[in-house]
C-alpha cells in the first residue's frame, strides 16, 4: 500500500528484554516522527528525522531509547532493557517537507505497534 | 507534559444530538490540527487551521481557531453512530528563526461514543 506502514503490529515482551520497532514511510517522504501513545491519552513527541538526520530527539524518555533511519527512508526504533512503564503503541509518522517547511504539513500515521512489556 | 488540555474527555450521546470539543492551551500555535483515531488505527487528519479566528466547515463538523492563536473547538452536527472514535487536537509550532518542521504536541483527546 501507498501509507505507512509499522511492524509489528503487536509485541509482548518480558522484561529486561530488548526490542525494535519498524517503520515503513510513504515513498519520498522527508520527515519522519515517532510518538509514544499510552492507553486512553493523545500521542506524545519521541524523536524526528529529516531524511537520514536525527534533528531532535528530545522527547526520547532515557537513555534505553534509540532511533536510527541510517538510509532516509526505513526506520528502527529500539529500546533496550525494556520496562513495564514502556508499555505503550508507538506510532510512526512521515510528512512531505522537512525543516524550513510549513507547521501545518499532514501528517501520515501508521497504525502504531502495541508493545507490552510483561 | 500536555501543553493542551481536552474537553470533555468523554462524551456519550445519543444520535442526532450535537456536540462540541474544546481544545485549550496557555501556549500560542501557529497551526492547529484535528485528529480522528479508531481502536487499532493511527490518527488520522480531518483539518488543520492555521489563522486566528478561522472556521472550516467538513460536512456536519465545524472547526474554530481562537483569535489568539491558543485555543480551538470542534463542533458536531446531528451526531451519528459513525462518528464514534477518539478525536485528538494537536498544535505545531514555528521554531525560532521562523523555521518548522511540523513538531506536534497533541492533547490528551476526547473519546466520543455515539448511541444509535
Known amino acids: 500500500g501507498a501509507g505507512v506502514s509499522q511492524s509489528p503490529r503487536y509485541k509482548v515482551a518480558k522484561r529486561g528484554q530488548d526490542v525494535a520497532l519498524r517503520c515503513d514511510p510513504i515513498?519520498?517522504?522527508?520527515?519522519l516522527f515517532w510518538y509514544q501513545q499510552a492507553l486512553g491519552q493523545g500521542p506524545e513527541f519521541l524523536t524526528y528525522?529529516?531524511?537520514?538526520?536525527?534533528?531532535?530527539k528530545s522527547g526520547l524518555p532515557s537513555d534505553r531509547f534509540f532511533a536510527e533511519r541510517p538510509e532516509g527512508s526505513v526506520s528502527t526504533l529500539k529500546i533496550q532493557r525494556t520496562q513495564q512503564e514502556d508499555s505503550a503503541v508507538y506510532l510512526c509518522?512521515?510528512?512531505?517537507?522537512?525543516?524550513?517547511?510549513?507547521?501545518?504539513?499532514?501528517?501520515?500515521f501508521g497504525d502504531g505497534t502495541r508493545l507490552s512489556i510483561l | 507534559t500536555q501543553l493542551l488540555e481536552q474537553s470533555p474527555q468523554f462524551l456519550s450521546i445519543q444520535e442526532g444530538e450535537n456536540l462540541t470539543v474544546y481544545c485549550n492551551s496557555s501556549?500560542?500555535?501557529?497551526?492547529l490540527q484535528w485528529y480522528r483515531q479508531e481502536p487499532g488505527e493511527g490518527p488520522v487528519l480531518l483539518v488543520t487551521v492555521v489563522t486566528g479566528g478561522e472556521v472550516k466547515k467538513l460536512k456536519r463538523l465545524t472547526f474554530q481557531f481562537g483569535d489568539a492563536r491558543k485555543d480551538s473547538s470542534l463542533h458536531i452536527t446531528a451526531a451519528q453512530p459513525g462518528d464514534t472514535g477518539l478525536y485528538l487536537c494537536a498544535g505545531g509550532r514555528t521554531l525560532t528563526g521562523g523555521t518548522s518542521y511540523g513538531k506536534l504536541t497533541f492533547g490528551q483527546g476526547t473519546i466520543l461514543t455515539v448511541h444509535p
Open positions: 509518522a512521515s510528512s512531505l517537507g522537512g525543516i524550513g517547511g510549513r507547521s501545518n504539513q499532514p501528517q501520515h
Open positions: 515513498s519520498g517522504h522527508v520527515s
Open positions: 528525522f529529516q531524511n537520514e538526520a536525527q534533528l531532535d
Open positions: 501556549s500560542v500555535f501557529s497551526s
